[in-house]
């Protein structure tokens, strides 16, 4: 499975915000389980994409080093927004593309204090993900400024989760692939499984 990482937080680059207006907190709690699967499959996100629930529930989940503070679905990419190439594609199997972003922050306010130990996360999970025999896939880690709810800055990640198929059907079906098998690098302890694959 291709994947890389990069920082971005110089100058006018964007910033992670944990406080935006439309921010939904998933993370789980004793008390925010009661109603958590509502919160969940309300996202707009979710119900275009119903593959998603269960990955944010688990990057969210009691076990999970880190959390969500926003994402997005795109259901059709324009050609010039991917490359067959980068995606390992093979011939004729890029027609159609998708993809989704998940604004990823740590759990512990000690975890990413220092670019080089959000550097180092960034390593080992693109090294995970390597190792998984998938194609025409690929996930981008964008390490950002993030502004946290207590009004500081610190460091968190955009992951963009890319797929392609000769069909909308076969890219939505390597994008669920792919998006388990990110999140189950990123929270081994925790099984996903996919509502959009019949698990």
Partial sequence: MEADWEFEIGGDAPVIDACWPGFIDLRWTPQSARDLDYRLHNLPEVIQFPALAAVLETLNGQHSPMWTAKCDFWPALAPQDFDADELDAQPGGCVHAMACYLDLLPKSDQQWTAPPLIEAACRHICAALHAEPFRSCRVDLVIRRALLASGHMDLGITAYIT????TPGAAQA??????????????????VQSEGMGE
Avoid at 177 to 187: D, P, R
């Fill in 174 to 191: 390597v994008l669920e692939l792919a998006m388990v098998t990110f999140a189950s690098v990123l929270c081994p302890a925790s099984t």
């Fill in 163 to 166: 797929a392609c198929g000769a």
